[in-house]
C-alpha cells in the first residue's frame, strides 16, 4: 500500500499568514491525490481534487502543487475559519488517506 | 440537492456484523458512484470500499475479506455489511457520492459506531 506521510501534525498560525502543508507519498502517485478540510465534529470536505484544482465553491485563498511523490496545499492568507484538520488522499493505487496536519490559530 | 444519510446500530458485539444503509437523494446511482469511508475518533480517514456506476464494486484489500456492498437502486439505498467486527473497527463511518474524478464531493452526516460487549 501507498504509505501518505503528512507534516507538519500540528501548525500553529496567525490570521494573514501564509500556510503551507505538505504530503508525502511513498511512491510515484502520478498527480492523483486530493485534499480534504475537516472542521471539528463535521464531514471531510473536498478542497482539491487532481493535485492543482479548486472545487467548487472553495476561496480561491487555497491552492495546490505537486508532483510525483510531493504535494502541497497553499492557503495564502489564512482566516479564522480554516482552522481545521487537513487530509491529503490519494487514488492512483489502493486509495489512502494522510493522517492529517491540524491548523490552530496562533 | 445532493443528500446522503446514513443509518444503522450505534453498538455491535465483537464478532458480530455491521449492517448499514446509505440513502440518497439528488442524483442516480447509476450515474455516480458511492464510496464508504470510516474514521476512528481523532484518527485519519479510511476508504473502505465503492459501489460503482455500474454496479461494481471495489474494495480496500485490508477489508476485503470480511467487507461486503450492494445496492438498491429502486429505493435510492446503498449498504455495507462487515463481519467479524472488532474494538478496532469503531469509528464514525460515511457514505460519500464520488464525482467524475473518483474525489468525494458530497458526504453524509456519518454514523458512530462502537464495538463492544
Request: charged share 20%.
Given at each position: 500500500d501507498i504509505q501518505m506521510t503528512q507534516s507538519p501534525p500540528v501548525l500553529s498560525a496567525s490570521v494573514g499568514d501564509r500556510v503551507t502543508l505538505s504530503c508525502k507519498a511513498s511512491?510515484?502517485?502520478?498527480?492523483?491525490l486530493d485534499w480534504y478540510q475537516q472542521k471539528h465534529g463535521e464531514a471531510p470536505k473536498l478542497l482539491?481534487?487532481?493535485?492543482?484544482n479548486l472545487q467548487t465553491g472553495?476561496?480561491?485563498?487555497f491552492s495546490g502543487s505537486g508532483s510525483g511523490t510531493d504535494y502541497t496545499l497553499t492557503i495564502s492568507s489564512l482566516q479564522p475559519e480554516d482552522v481545521a484538520t487537513y487530509y491529503c488522499y490519494q487514488y492512483n493505487s489502493g486509495p489512502t488517506f494522510g493522517a492529517g496536519t491540524k491548523l490552530e490559530l496562533k | 440537492q445532493v443528500q446522503l444519510k446514513e443509518s444503522g446500530p450505534g453498538l455491535v458485539q465483537p464478532s458480530e456484523t455491521l449492517s448499514l444503509t446509505c440513502t440518497v437523494s439528488g442524483f442516480s446511482l447509476t450515474s455516480y458512484s458511492v464510496s464508504w469511508v470510516r474514521q476512528p475518533s481523532g484518527k485519519g480517514p479510511e476508504w473502505m470500499g465503492r459501489m460503482w456506476y455500474d454496479g461494481d464494486t471495489a474494495y480496500n484489500s485490508a477489508l476485503k475479506s470480511r467487507l461486503s456492498i450492494s445496492r438498491d437502486t429502486s429505493k435510492n439505498q446503498v449498504f455495507l455489511k462487515m463481519n467479524?467486527?472488532?474494538?478496532?473497527?469503531?469509528g464514525t463511518y460515511y457514505c460519500t457520492r464520488d464525482d467524475l474524478n473518483n474525489s468525494f464531493d458530497y458526504w453524509g452526516q456519518g454514523v458512530m459506531v462502537t464495538v463492544s460487549s
Open positions: 511512491q510515484n502517485i502520478n498527480k492523483n482539491i481534487y487532481y493535485t492543482n472553495i476561496p480561491s485563498r | 467479524s467486527l472488532q474494538t478496532d473497527d469503531t
